[in-house]
């Protein structure tokens, strides 16, 4: 019995290569047409009239990472808002005269390390700070530390901050 199941499995490949190669040849015998069925515009896009066109909103990668796609903890869309910007408005700096004094007490300098900072308080706040050049005290830049004072600037009007009185330099340490 399996003699005539292995032969009829035979034949019926035998005659499956047959038609398989007999469906080939027929396909090489007909003839393909490769020529162009119009002439074709160089520009596809010059066919698409602006009606056809669908309106492109301009995406930010940064927005698409904010926002990642398969996060659980994904945030919705928020529409940004416009920024407006208004017109600057000509501000006058003010005069060395209306500027004054600075308002704040030096208590103390230091220079570690090559980074000098002032020992500063505002009126009679009992907690004093450390400042370093370049930041900012009440308005006024600090510009440079010295061991008998700081320099601080405001509106192109510097100050000279003295750690100690004149009557007192004869004490100060040197």
């Given at each position: 019995m399996s003699?005539?199941?292995?032969?009829?499995?035979?034949?019926?490949?035998c005659?499956g290569?047959?038609l398989?190669?007999?469906?080939?040849?027929?396909?090489?015998?007909?003839?393909?047409d490769i020529?162009?069925?119009e002439?074709?515009?160089?520009?596809?896009?010059?066919?698409?009239?602006?009606?056809?066109?669908p309106?492109?909103?301009?995406?930010e990668?940064?927005?698409?990472?904010?926002?990642?796609?398969?996060?659980p903890?994904?945030?919705?869309?928020?529409?940004?808002?416009?920024?407006?910007e208004?017109?600057?408005?000509l501000i006058?700096?003010?005069?060395s005269?209306?500027?004054?004094?600075?308002?704040?007490?030096?208590?103390?300098?230091?220079?570690?390390?090559?980074?000098p900072?002032?020992?500063?308080?505002?009126?009679d706040?009992?907690?004093?700070?450390?400042?370093?050049?370049?930041?900012?005290?009440?308005?006024?830049?600090?510009v440079?530390?010295?061991?008998?004072?700081v320099?601080?600037?405001k509106?192109?009007?510097s100050?000279d901050?003295?750690?100690?009185?004149?009557?007192?330099?004869?004490?100060?340490?040197?």
């Amino acid at each position: 019995m399996s003699n005539i199941r292995t032969r009829l499995w035979l034949q019926f490949g035998c005659v499956g290569a047959a038609l398989f190669a007999a469906a080939n040849f027929w396909l090489s015998l007909v003839p393909v047409d490769i020529s162009p069925l119009e002439e074709v515009d160089r520009n596809p896009a010059s066919k698409v009239t602006s009606a056809d066109v669908p309106t492109l909103t301009r995406f930010e990668l940064t927005e698409a990472v904010a926002r990642p796609l398969f996060s659980p903890t994904r945030r919705e869309f928020e529409p940004q808002t416009p920024v407006v910007e208004e017109q600057p408005q000509l501000i006058t700096p003010p005069s060395s005269t209306e500027i004054g004094t600075p308002s704040f007490s030096l208590h103390g300098t230091r220079n570690i390390q090559s980074r000098p900072a002032a020992l500063i308080s505002f009126g009679d706040q009992s907690q004093a700070e450390w400042y370093e050049v370049g930041q900012s005290i009440d308005g006024w830049q600090l510009v440079s530390v010295r061991p008998d004072g700081v320099s601080v600037i405001k509106a192109d009007v510097s100050h000279d901050v003295q750690l100690y009185q004149p009557s007192d330099m004869q004490n100060a340490p040197r």
